[in-house]
């Protein structure tokens, strides 16, 4: 999959084939709309195109709504997409500016001129452009000026998607784990860079690597132990994750830990990927550390048996 990070570096491509979103999650109802332009562009031997946005349009229509948590950053977005076989990202930034064309601008400039579209699929409920009113109809209305045409997605399956992501967001923010990965149709997952911690899982008999994520906007789930896969040093490795406060030790940060199964390696400063398979326990508050460490062996049990190691 090739990669662009403004429209114009895009050439426009033969056949393009195109659909328009934000596509978080890529979960499975977007799959179902990924699966359509693939089997469009092989019909007509031309290539998948997805033009999406950053910041997500909320973040800039409505910068003071800091709730807008995503299920993917935008590296982790393009990897999912570029895993079901898309040929071409596109990611454009988003402003007011851009939000403000009018619809036969965006159109003509941004589908037809800047990307070649000879066939787009669309929701019924796709808005786009000056306060938000151009949508299918407009389309509709300029395929035949601009010689592209109109392949409307089923309301179904555009409800679908929005039930889905929402469903997933409330899932994860509740630790229902199991229900998100299968509206999802795969293992919840984040990528983050290793960093030295105060090293008291180590103190306690369960060496961590303490997990620290850039992206502001990245949606993490509710405070409590995993059963997660991590990926790392070119390996898979079962784990048991933490999130919480740790609030027995009187924790004042927010923290995000795994401790790997049958790993000894230094993995300080490397990148890893953990994805969510079950979830164990709620974070609480032990009388002492004794119990504490009694619990966490509890749990390694429970995570093993719950992965199968």
């Known amino acids: 999959m090739k990669t662009y990070h403004h429209?114009?570096?895009?050439?426009?491509?033969?056949?393009?084939?195109?659909?328009?979103?934000?596509?978080?999650?890529?979960?499975?109802?977007?799959?179902?709309?990924?699966?359509?332009?693939?089997?469009?562009?092989?019909?007509?031997?031309?290539?998948?195109?997805?033009?999406?946005?950053?910041?997500?349009?909320?973040?800039?229509?409505?910068?003071?709504?800091?709730?807008?948590k995503l299920?993917?950053?935008?590296?982790?977005?393009?990897?999912?997409?570029?895993?079901?076989?898309?040929?071409?990202?596109?990611?454009?930034?988003?402003?007011?500016d851009f939000s403000n064309q009018s619809a036969e601008d965006y159109i003509r400039d941004i589908l037809v001129n800047k990307i070649g579209t000879k066939k787009i699929v669309i929701g019924y409920d796709h808005r786009f452009g000056k306060d938000r009113q151009g949508g299918l109809n407009d389309l509709l209305q300029f395929a035949p000026?601009?010689?592209?045409?109109?392949?409307?997605?089923?309301?179904?399956?555009?409800?679908?998607?929005?039930?889905?992501?929402?469903?997933?967001?409330?899932?994860l923010l509740n630790a229902e784990i199991e229900v998100a990965n299968t509206f999802l149709?795969?293992?919840?997952?984040?990528?983050?860079?290793?960093?030295?911690?105060?090293?008291?899982?180590?103190?306690?008999?369960?060496?961590t690597a303490n997990i620290v994520i850039e992206e502001q906007y990245k949606l993490i789930p509710h405070d409590g132990i995993f059963a997660v896969k991590v990926q790392v040093a070119e390996g898979e490795y079962?784990?048991?994750?933490?999130?919480?406060n740790r609030p027995t030790i009187n924790g004042m940060r927010h923290s995000i830990e795994v401790n790997l199964f049958d790993f000894d390696q230094d993995v300080y400063k490397k990148s890893i990927r953990m994805a969510f398979i079950h979830f164990v326990r709620h974070d609480v508050k032990f009388p002492n550390l004794d119990e504490l460490i009694t619990q966490i062996g509890k749990d390694k049990e429970d995570v093993m048996r719950l992965l199968g190691s």
């Not at 000026?145 to 889905?164: C, T």
């Not at 149709?185 to 369960?206: A, E, N």
Request: proline share 6%; glycine share 8%.
């Open 7 to 68: 429209i114009d570096e895009f050439k426009p491509v033969k056949n393009a084939v195109v659909t328009i979103g934000t596509f978080d999650g890529v979960h499975l109802g977007h799959r179902k709309i990924i699966s359509r332009i693939k089997e469009l562009a092989a019909e007509v031997g031309g290539e998948t195109v997805i033009l999406t946005f950053f910041p997500h349009p909320r973040m800039i229509l409505h910068p003071e709504d800091e709730s807008m």
């Open 71 to 96: 299920l993917n950053t935008m590296n982790e977005k393009a990897a999912l997409l570029e895993e079901l076989g898309v040929d071409h990202l596109i990611i454009t930034p988003f402003s007011r």
């Open 145 to 171: 000026v601009y010689n592209f045409e109109v392949i409307e997605i089923p309301e179904q399956d555009i409800n679908d998607v929005a039930i889905s992501s929402t469903r997933i967001r409330e899932a």
């Open 185 to 207: 149709g795969y293992p919840f997952f984040i990528t983050g860079k290793v960093v030295h911690g105060d090293q008291v899982g180590r103190q306690l008999g369960y060496p």
């Open 238 to 244: 079962n784990g048991m994750a933490y999130i919480g």
